[in-house]
């Protein structure tokens, strides 16, 4: 049982920014530019999740890649692949993510195409706005483009096989990247499911659940999390189990529950969860109206599982390793 205020950790990078506001109070020296902010649990608990989750800045694309799946990562020795699902917080007019090609090759097509960088033509750029969800399951050819704030769930994982980075000269990874990537187009447009007037689900996969959640000023519920759960305020503040929390804040919990009072203004969280054999871990149960210290019953509601990529309303007054 566990419940933890997570510890922002800033990563320099070369196509970061320096402002993070409003999505980060994190302290960071001026003069760098953050590209990152790795949450994570405190103290010696840190690499004990399943699940990591980050911000991104972005003032330059990343590079073009693909990320392996379950099985052919622990071929090369480690633990698992990499799905994750992005949440677009901010977008700048124009701001572009590339999912999926933009027709099929073969493998010695795509080959050809990371080794004369014409991958960078071959890649299915879309325009984004605020409250766009991408999933981006192992073995999808993707990139970020410039201008944007997103928030990503992934699973724990350092395997990233680089196609094209824009002239930063890094190294490719051509053979493991043709070995594991689907070279084709990518689904992209499907619905979101709203499961209650305040859970909207986002994603759902066998690594992972990707919600929205939106809670009235003044109104009281109970997150339930049989295995790991991460929530990250995105709009508004709320008091979390015996911690205050507000834009930018995050908070784990693992076989807990976690008491939340939305603040005066309410709150908008991403919540993100493991669960068994795709299913969604989470109970989530609504109190009546009360403070956060008062007692009141609860009614339960269960997630089911839905696998998508949408679009979700953007938030009011708003716009893995090394990418």
Known sequence: M???????????????????RPWSKVDHDGDRLVGEIWY?????????????????????????????????????????GKTEAWYILSAAPGAKIALGLKKRLTLRELREAVDDGSIASLVGWRTVSAGDVVFVPAGTIHAIGAGLVIAEV????????????????????????VAVADAGPAEFD???????????????????????IELAPGSAFQLQAEREAWLLVVKGSAR????????????????????LAAGANGMIALVA??????????????AAQRSATDA??????QVSTFSTQTRVPPLPGHAGTTQ
Request: aromatic share 6%; charged share 20%; glycine share 6%.
């Open 2 to 20: 566990a419940i933890d205020l997570a510890r922002a950790q800033a990563l320099p990078k070369p196509w970061g920014v320096a402002d993070l």
């Open 40 to 80: 994570e649990r405190p103290g010696s608990a840190a690499s004990n999740s399943t699940l990591l989750l980050k911000l991104l800045f972005t003032s330059q694309p990343l590079s073009i890649q693909v990320h392996p799946d379950d099985a052919y990562a622990q071929s090369m020795g480690l633990p698992s």
């Open 296 to 301: 009141a019953p609860a009614v339960k509601i």
């Open 273 to 286: 969860s493991t669960g068994i054999d795709g299913r969604n871990s989470i109970l989530l149960q609504r």
């Open 154 to 177: 992934q699973q724990r994982s350092d395997a990233t096989f680089r196609m094209f980075d824009f002239g930063r000269n890094r190294e490719l990874h051509t053979a493991r990247a």
């Open 190 to 212: 499907l619905k979101p499911k709203r499961l209650t007037d305040e859970r909207t689900l986002l994603v759902s996969d066998p690594h992972f659940a990707f919600e929205r």
């Open 240 to 259: 979390a189990g015996p911690f205050n929390v507000a834009t930018g804040d995050a908070v784990f919990a693992q076989s807990d529950s976690l008491d």
